[in-house]
């Protein structure tokens, strides 16, 4: 299967569970094997899908103070855990890419695969969102309409994005295209580069 088809696939399965309960405190639980490319790409997923309705929560205007921000510790540490998601997919295309002979004329893309794939598990969780919008009963005909217009466009830059993806791999596996991995230091995490932490430290 393409590799984009394939990823959006196992976003679908994530999204489609999570809604289940449709709970941002649910247990999780990954269906595939550890080892196994999926593993990655279905966690990756759901904590893009947890994360997306932290944002809705937090922008509840009458939201607690205080729960604000233990929301927003909770973003923060999504966050985090979301970046080193994508250096473990990226880790995963370096492995099974190793030993190919890079060309000289090869160049290197502006991001690396997994980073446009964490795009198009954005992407998923869009079109699942706006599709909702366009499908309900309780909305005006214009609502719907304008909904539906914008859920074509979603769908026109999934099948593009897509594209995309596939044609990286592709020329990363033929060594037209070569990858490096720039681990994200996030300065708001870390007690010595973030000045307040430091302070406090």
């Given amino acids: 299967m393409i590799f984009s088809e394939f990823a959006y696939s196992i976003f679908e399965k ?5 809604h289940i309960i449709d709970d941002v ?18 966690r990756k997923n759901w904590i893009d899908t947890v994360q997306w309705h932290y944002e809705d929560i937090i922008r509840d ?10 929301l ?8 985090q855990d979301r970046t080193d998601l994508v250096e473990y997919i990226d880790s995963y295309f370096l492995n099974k890419y190793q030993s190919v002979q890079i060309k000289e004329s090869a160049t290197i893309n502006t991001e690396s695969p997994a980073w446009a794939i964490d795009r198009l598990s954005i992407l998923a969780l869009k079109v699942y969102h706006m599709n909702e ?3 309900r009963t309780d909305a005006s005909t214009e609502h719907i309409k304008k909904c539906k217009e914008k859920l074509a466009v979603l769908l026109e830059q999934r099948k593009d994005l897509s594209t995309a993806i596939d044609q990286l791999i592709a020329d990363i596996e033929s060594g037209d295209k070569y990858m490096k991995v720039y681990k994200q230091m ?5 007690d010595e580069l973030n000045p307040v932490l430091r302070g406090i430290k």
């Fill in 61 to 70: 205007p009458n939201i607690n103070p205080d729960d604000a921000l233990v």
């Fill in 72 to 79: 927003k510790r909770k973003i923060d540490a999504s966050n």
């Fill in 25 to 42: 405190y649910q247990s999780f639980e990954n269906p595939y094997d550890k080892d196994d490319i999926s593993h990655l790409l279905y």
């Fill in 186 to 190: 996030k300065m708001y995490n870390d």
């Fill in 14 to 18: 994530s999204i489609e569970k999570y």
């Fill in 133 to 135: 919008e366009a499908t």
